[in-house]
């Protein structure tokens, strides 16, 4: 055996036995599902679109956060008036920072995404009741149900 090989076999080798002590072989775990001890996380409510509208007639302070993938964001010319875009992976990060830190934690907080099951808002939501905000939403069927009930738009800020 050449020493390349020899070396990429014990490579191989500590690889394999790190993560046999790190009890990771087999039983791979996704950071979305509850180990057997924890509780499981709360059930995320929803809004829909006519809902939202209601409340931004009315004037009533929502939060709305929108976290579309970066394509679909990019490829939109609009968003939902006065909502703030976020990399849905950088969002707990970002509630340390202005303008999220300073929000209250009793606002009412609405996500939004262009995914078909709204799977990318129901997570955001979840980050948003984990760092303690009481009243969090998903909008049910994100972006293209808020266009097909005519709510209100506006333009992205230009980069």
């Known amino acids: 055996m050449t020493s390349k090989k020899w070396v990429i076999v014990?490579?191989?080798?500590l690889l394999i036995a790190a993560a046999m002590v790190n009890g990771r072989v087999g039983a791979v775990q996704?950071?979305?599902q509850a180990k057997p001890d924890q509780p499981k996380?709360?059930?995320i409510e929803r809004i829909t679109a006519e809902e939202l509208k209601a409340k931004l007639s009315k004037n009533e302070p929502v939060?709305?956060?929108d976290v579309?993938?970066?394509n679909a964001y990019i490829d939109s010319p609009n968003k939902i008036k006065g909502a703030l875009h976020m990399k849905s992976r950088r969002l707990r990060?970002?509630?340390a920072m202005p303008p999220l830190k300073d929000v209250p934690r009793d606002r009412e907080v609405v996500t939004y995404c262009a995914c078909p099951s709204d799977e990318i808002?129901?997570?955001a939501a979840q980050v948003f009741l984990e760092a303690g905000f009481k009243r969090v939403r998903a909008l049910k069927g994100g972006w293209q149900a808020w266009l097909k009930a005519g709510g209100q738009v506006e333009s992205k800020p230009k980069v």
């Not at 014990?10 to 080798?13: L, N, S």
């Open 10 to 13: 014990v490579c191989m080798f």
């Open 30 to 32: 996704t950071p979305t």
């Open 41 to 43: 996380p709360p059930e």
């Open 93 to 95: 990060m970002r509630l």
């Open 68 to 70: 579309r993938a970066t």
């Open 121 to 123: 808002s129901v997570r």
């Open 63 to 65: 939060l709305i956060i």
